[in-house]
């Protein structure tokens, strides 16, 4: 990937805020870095926005509400359809913006180019069929209307992992559901979201209903927004601390909330399962994006019998995984984000290893510029370990044997967390068993990754509430009236 094609690319991204439809310094002139986790090199300087300017968004996302709930259907569904095939056309670039942001390879960035498009497909088309009802009561004595409005204004909190998908799942829906929006990027990754917004201008985009805030003061900037009375509805996606921290703040105005937060997901393989397979589904949901996903899967719980050959396996495959700048030609492990990743990722090995497991592949920080962590494989992990516990969000596989089913399912059910459960098992009874027994919001049965535009995406306990995605996900954005209407034949 040549250096002029980055660089004009980077050129081509905004580097001010959006704000009432225009592009405009933050207040103060105040200015953030961004720089590529594979090099540690700044990569562009964008603005900063103060509380004042996440006042001025606010306030241009309210006054632009009124005539956007009141466009038509098809306008709000063809508009989001025209950003859709302007990011078809534009998809090389996109990919390599968050490569360059994130780090993830190029590959899999095109990948999330496909999979965060097709939010605007499926809500643009979702627009168009928002509905309600309308009958007469059970006693005769009226007739009853109830219609669906959009909540209003809405704060959307994106995380750095999924630079697009993120903004599109939550964007896309609002916008189709009637609302207006004020989003604020991850500061870690803000110019993808930057580059999608000047898309959506192109795409036809109404001055007001979107605005973009890249801060590195968030709490600062969020606070105010959220506690604002003409706000009502937020969004976040990102860890259970601060959603939680979050929702205390969005209590204080009743807010429609939508939380998408941290993960522990269990994979659960059983002495049955088609071993081919599930390893194939472990590299996939344990590495996908470098292991920074929080559907990633995080404890690897084998039965006994198929432990050491499930392991062989896999350690064969990460072994020869290749480590890089996600441009590179042949790249599957790209860089963490930050030097806290790649510290956090050691010290969960660490305690791992001090308590008795096995390192069968890696486990080293990787010398030089950027923020690399080798692929690992860890086995016979012991209970009361550290890794077991916590969101790993990084490239280490983790594995653990069990007995029995009740065991297997005691172990995966053993967290706070309830966002997603991956099994593997030939048995349709113990399929079916899982998806009762499972204390998670989603749950991938012989796959190894299961996120798709068209299905619910949110998790149970400190996973999160509300969906984001399918038929469920634009509800996320409406509210409900009933009215009644005196017996036209009274």
Same mark, same amino acid.
Request: proline content about 5%; glycine content about 10%; aromatic content about 6%.
């Given at each position: 990937?040549?250096?002029?094609?980055?660089?004009?690319?980077?050129?081509?991204?905004?580097?001010?805020?959006?704000?009432?439809?225009?592009?405009?310094?933050?207040?103060?002139?105040?200015?953030?870095?961004?720089?590529?986790?594979?090099?540690?090199?700044?990569?562009?300087?964008?603005?900063?926005?103060?509380?004042?300017?996440?006042?001025?968004?606010?306030?241009?996302?309210?006054?632009?509400?009124?005539?956007?709930?009141?466009?038509?259907?098809?306008?709000?569904?063809?508009?989001?359809?025209?950003?859709?095939?302007?990011?078809?056309?534009?998809?090389?670039?996109?990919?390599?913006?968050?490569?360059?942001?994130?780090?993830?390879?190029?590959?899999?960035?095109?990948?999330?180019?496909?999979?965060?498009?097709?939010?605007?497909?499926?809500?643009?088309?979702?627009?168009?069929?928002?509905?309600?009802?309308?009958?007469?009561?059970?006693?005769?004595?009226?007739?009853?209307?109830?219609?669906?409005?959009?909540?209003?204004?809405?704060?959307?909190?994106?995380?750095?992992?999924?630079?697009?998908?993120?903004?599109?799942?939550?964007?896309?829906?609002?916008?189709?559901?009637?609302?207006?929006?004020?989003?604020?990027?991850?500061?870690?990754?803000?110019?993808?979201?930057?580059?999608?917004?000047?898309?959506?201008?192109?795409?036809?985009?109404?001055?007001?209903?979107?605005?973009?805030?890249?801060?590195?003061?968030?709490?600062?900037?969020?606070?105010?927004?959220?506690?604002?009375?003409?706000?009502?509805?937020?969004?976040?996606?990102?860890?259970?601390?601060?959603?939680?921290?979050?929702?205390?703040?969005?209590?204080?105005?009743?807010?429609?909330?939508?939380?998408?937060?941290? *993960?522990?997901?269990?994979?659960? &393989?059983?002495?049955?399962?088609?071993? !081919? @397979? %599930? +390893?194939?589904? #472990?590299? $996939?949901?344990?590495?996908?994006?470098?292991?920074?996903?929080?559907?990633?899967?995080?404890?690897?719980?084998?039965?006994?019998?198929?432990?050491?050959?499930?392991?062989?396996?896999?350690?064969?495959?990460?072994?020869?995984?290749?480590?890089?700048? *996600?441009?590179?030609?042949?790249? &599957?492990?790209?860089?963490?984000?930050? !030097? @806290? %990743? +790649?510290?956090? #990722?050691? $010290?969960?090995?660490?305690?791992?290893?001090?308590?008795?497991?096995?390192?069968?592949?890696?486990?080293?920080?990787?010398?030089?510029?950027?923020?690399?962590?080798?692929?690992?494989?860890?086995?016979?992990?012991?209970?009361?370990?550290?890794?077991?516990?916590?969101?790993?969000?990084?490239?280490?596989?983790?594995?653990?044997?069990?007995?029995?089913?009740?065991? #297997?399912?005691?172990?995966?059910?053993?967290?706070?967390?309830?966002?997603?459960?991956?099994?593997?098992?030939?048995?349709?009874?113990?399929?079916?068993?899982?998806?009762?027994?499972?204390?998670?919001?989603?749950?991938?049965?012989?796959?190894?990754?299961?996120?798709?535009?068209?299905?619910?995406?949110?998790?149970?306990?400190?996973?999160?509430?509300?969906?984001?995605?399918? #038929?469920?996900?634009?509800?996320?954005?409406?509210?409900?009236?009933?009215?009644?209407?005196?017996?036209?034949?009274?």
């Amino acid at each position: 990937m040549s250096e002029s094609r980055e660089s004009a690319l980077l050129a081509d991204v905004p580097d001010g805020l959006f704000i009432g439809g225009r592009w405009r310094a933050a207040e103060g002139g105040r200015t953030l870095t961004v720089r590529d986790p594979a090099t540690g090199q700044p990569v562009k300087t964008i603005a900063d926005a103060s509380v004042a300017d996440g006042a001025a968004a606010l306030d241009a996302a309210d006054a632009a509400f009124p005539a956007w709930s009141r466009t038509p259907h098809r306008e709000r569904a063809e508009l989001l359809r025209r950003a859709f095939d302007l990011l078809q056309e534009r998809r090389e670039d996109v990919a390599l913006l968050m490569t360059v942001e994130m780090g993830k390879p190029l590959a899999e960035a095109r990948g999330e180019v496909t999979y965060g498009g097709e939010f605007l497909r499926w809500f643009g088309e979702e627009a168009a069929r928002i509905q309600g009802r309308y009958g007469a009561n059970p006693e005769g004595t009226g007739r009853m209307i109830v219609s669906r409005h959009a909540v209003g204004p809405c704060y959307l909190i994106t995380p750095w992992n999924f630079p697009l998908a993120m903004a599109t799942r939550k964007i896309a829906p609002a916008l189709a559901a009637g609302c207006t929006v004020v989003i604020k990027p991850a500061e870690l990754t803000p110019l993808t979201t930057l580059y999608f917004t000047k898309l959506l201008q192109d795409a036809g985009l109404p001055a007001g209903v979107v605005n973009v805030l890249t801060t590195s003061r968030s709490g600062a900037v969020s606070e105010p927004i959220i506690r604002d009375p003409r706000l009502r509805k937020l969004s976040f996606t990102g860890s259970t601390p601060v959603g939680q921290r979050l929702l205390a703040q969005a209590a204080e105005g009743v807010l429609r909330t939508s939380m998408e937060l941290g *993960g522990n997901a269990p994979f659960l &393989v059983f002495d049955d399962a088609d071993l !081919d @397979r %599930a +390893v194939d589904g #472990a590299l $996939a949901a344990k590495f996908r994006n470098v292991g920074q996903a929080c559907t990633a899967a995080n404890r690897f719980l084998v039965h006994r019998s198929v432990a050491d050959e499930f392991a062989a396996r896999v350690t064969e495959r990460v072994t020869a995984m290749r480590i890089g700048r *996600g441009t590179e030609e042949g790249v &599957v492990i790209g860089p963490l984000i930050d !030097d @806290r %990743a +790649v510290a956090k #990722a050691h $010290a969960l090995v660490t305690d791992a290893v001090e308590r008795g497991a096995t390192v069968r592949t890696g486990g080293r920080e990787v010398p030089g510029p950027g923020t690399f962590y080798e692929p690992t494989v860890v086995s016979d992990v012991q209970f009361g370990s550290d890794i077991l516990r916590e969101e790993i969000f990084g490239p280490v596989l983790a594995i653990v044997p069990f007995d029995d089913e009740d065991e #297997a399912v005691r172990l995966a059910n053993d967290t706070e967390y309830g966002l997603v459960s991956y099994v593997y098992t030939e048995s349709l009874a113990r399929g079916q068993r899982m998806i009762d027994r499972l204390e998670t919001g989603m749950m991938g049965l012989n796959v190894g990754v299961l996120s798709n535009a068209a299905a619910p995406f949110g998790g149970w306990k400190l996973s999160g509430l509300g969906r984001e995605g399918g #038929a469920e996900g634009i509800d996320e954005y409406l509210q409900t009236k009933y009215t009644l209407t005196a017996d036209p034949y009274a």
